[in-house]
Each structure stands twice: as structure tokens, then as C-alpha cells.
């Protein structure tokens, strides 16, 4: 079964500063992989996802993340914090193939930005 | 343009209590999920439906069912609550399962006492 971890549940940056969210995944084929934002009291939101071609995914608000199947990592970036970017992110795997298969997710980062 | 529609969003039961929660989608997709959330354990699976008339275990399927009525809705029984069960329980849908997105309601926070 697939596993993802997500290094740090809290991270605090200043606002205008760079946004880094890590992940990792466990599988030996890399999998579908989605980064998911969840603001207070709603569900989550789809931010980006890789399932193939260019290792470099742009999203929404500014995010990015990039594919790297040396590291197996898929981690999230922003080059430049806005204050409403304060969220839960939540990163997640599903196996490629066929068959019934649903998501993992990661434990979540909350983001805190300092004005 | 409702999405992912989850009654109720609040609840509170005594343990043994059961209740349903109820989940409907209006977006024509053939999987749902049903997740609960833990902090600092991000999401875990409780059941899903690949498709209508399948059903499969998640992660953490011990003390609930679930029905998919049809497409639409798929619900989540609690058939003798115990506090652990409290937490807030989310329903998602996607097209297909794999790497289709998933779409999520906006949850029901379940307290059991």
C-alpha cells in the first residue's frame, strides 16, 4: 500500500517569503501525486497534480510542485507568501493501474504567514 | 453548482447511538469516498465506491457501513457510536478512482459522548 509523508506539520513563514512544503512517497513506481489545500471549517481543495509529462506542475494561486523520482518527492512551492495562503496542505498518492484504488494522504502542513 | 453536498453538518450522540450521514453529488461521477479527519492524521479512508453497486474498505472501516444508493448519493452508517468515532467525517466524489480529483463536501463534525 502506498504511504506519504509530509516533513514538518507546522511551518511558519513571513509574508513575502518563499513557501516550501515537503513530500515523500514510499512506492517504487511513482504514483498519481495532487496537493490538496483545506481552509477553516471546509473541505479540501485541489492546488496541482502530476500524473505525467513535464515534472514541473503549475496550480493554482501560485503553487507549484515538481515531480523528482530520484528523491521520490513531490514537494510544493510558492516563491511569494500572500497572508491568505494561511491553510492546511494536504499531500496525496494513488497507484497507478487499473483496478479500484482511492487516495492516501499525507498528515498535513498547517501554513502560518506572518505578516 | 452544488458539488458535494453533506447532511448534517453537525451532530452530537451518546455512545451506542447510531446515525446516518448522507452524501450527494451532483457532478455525474462514478466514485465516492468517505474520509474521516483526526488532527495531526491528515485524512483516512473509511470506505469508498468505485463505481455504482461496488463498495470497498478503506484504512479505517471498523464500525461503519455504507450504502451507494445510487450514483448520486452514498451514505455512512454509525451503528453503535463510540467516542472514538468523534471527528469530522468528509465525503468526496471524482469521475473515476486513481487520477481524478477528488471534489469534497464541506464535512460533518460528529461529537460522541
Known amino acids: 500500500a502506498q504511504s506519504v509523508t509530509q516533513l514538518g506539520s507546522h511551518v511558519s513563514v513571513s509574508e513575502g517569503a518563499l513557501v516550501l512544503l515537503r513530500c515523500n512517497y514510499s512506492?517504487?513506481?511513482?504514483?498519481?501525486l495532487f496537493w490538496y489545500v483545506q481552509y477553516p471549517n471546509q473541505g479540501l481543495q485541489l492546488l496541482l497534480k502530476y500524473t505525467t509529462g513535464a515534472t514541473l506542475v503549475k496550480g493554482i494561486n501560485g503553487f507549484e510542485a515538481e515531480f523528482k523520482k530520484s528523491e521520490t518527492s513531490f514537494h510544493l512551492t510558492k516563491p511569494s507568501a500572500h497572508m491568505s495562503d494561511a491553510a492546511e496542505y494536504f499531500c496525496a498518492v494513488s497507484d497507478r493501474g487499473t483496478g479500484r484504488r482511492a487516495l492516501t494522504f499525507g498528515s498535513g502542513t498547517r501554513l502560518q504567514v506572518q505578516p | 453548482n452544488a458539488g458535494v453536498t453533506q447532511t448534517p453538518k453537525f451532530q452530537v450522540l451518546k455512545t451506542g447511538q447510531s446515525m446516518t450521514l448522507q452524501c450527494a453529488q451532483d457532478m455525474n461521477h462514478n466514485s465516492m469516498y468517505w474520509y474521516r479527519q483526526d488532527p495531526g492524521m491528515g485524512l483516512r479512508l473509511i470506505y469508498y465506491?468505485?463505481?455504482?453497486?461496488?463498495?470497498d474498505k478503506g484504512e479505517v472501516p471498523n464500525g461503519y457501513n455504507v450504502s451507494r444508493l445510487n450514483k448520486r448519493e452514498f451514505s455512512l452508517r454509525l451503528e453503535s457510536a463510540a467516542p472514538s468515532q468523534t471527528s469530522v467525517y468528509f465525503c468526496a466524489s471524482s469521475a473515476w478512482t486513481g487520477e481524478s480529483p477528488l471534489h469534497f463536501g464541506n464535512g460533518t463534525r460528529l461529537t460522541v459522548t
Open positions: 465506491s468505485a463505481s455504482e453497486g461496488t463498495t
Open positions: 512506492s517504487s513506481v511513482p504514483p498519481y
